[in-house]
């Protein structure tokens, strides 16, 4: 499991575009055939890809965790981003197809991950944080996520923000998760933008084509700096951090937040004069 340090605010203004990536940016969760994680010191997130083709492939656990299975003393959400697939918790079998979320709780001993079809397999994004107790294993599909539409045309912004894991809807621990989709000719995420100094956040890009880009923002809101981010590369904001981007092309992203609360609008607005 790669590790990633926790990082000072003040200790991004000296970091080069490739330091900066080294620290924020994961651009290699995903490989056909395999289970990667990341493990993040910003609120002990660990963040994971899982690309089964003909053969499932168990959730396993690492040193790292110092574990005897990697539920023991975490929550677990999973994102299905590619073709359909079944997700397997305890015996407990759950079908997911493309933009569907598996909530899996803490005390879940074994975990594995199959796909219908190796030629369009599935592509579990993990995104885990540590759980003080025990709460049900539970399938949210997109169609049961909570839909607000936002934004609009003048701002390039028009867009979906779904909730699959919050405080009105499928309790967790500390998880809160979402997908945001934007309308064809939007391009901008989170803009007005925010920081919350109680939970680190992570987006996750996907749905961009080969030859396109998200510019992300990241850092103080005096002092953005900005990472080119392809299809499926996943960025970890920590709580001091803006996190905010506008895309070459309509895209969506996996948001998902850990740490001290669950109170989604608890986010501090930056005015965008204020931006530097
Ligand atoms: O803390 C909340 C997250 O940043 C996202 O929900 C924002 C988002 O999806 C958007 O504005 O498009
Ligand atoms: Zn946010």
Redesign the pocket.
Known sequence: MQTREATHPAEITALDTDALRARFVVDDLFQPGAVRFVYSHEDRIVLGGVVPLDSPLSLGTDDALYADYFCQRRELAITNLGGTGTVTADGVEFALAAEDVLYVGRGTREVSFASDDAANPATYYLFSATAHTDLPTTLVTKDQAAATA??AAETA?R?T?R?YLHQEGVGTAQV?L?I?SLEPGSVW???PC?T?GR?T?V?LYYGLGPEHRVVHLMGEPRRTRNLMLADRDVVISPSWSV??GAGTSNYA?V?A?AGENQE?DD?QQVSTDALR
């Open positions: 936002a934004g912004n867009r923000i909730k809160v979402g945001t995420n989170t803009m925010h919350h939970r956040e987006y996190h905010t992203f948001w937040m989604f986010m």
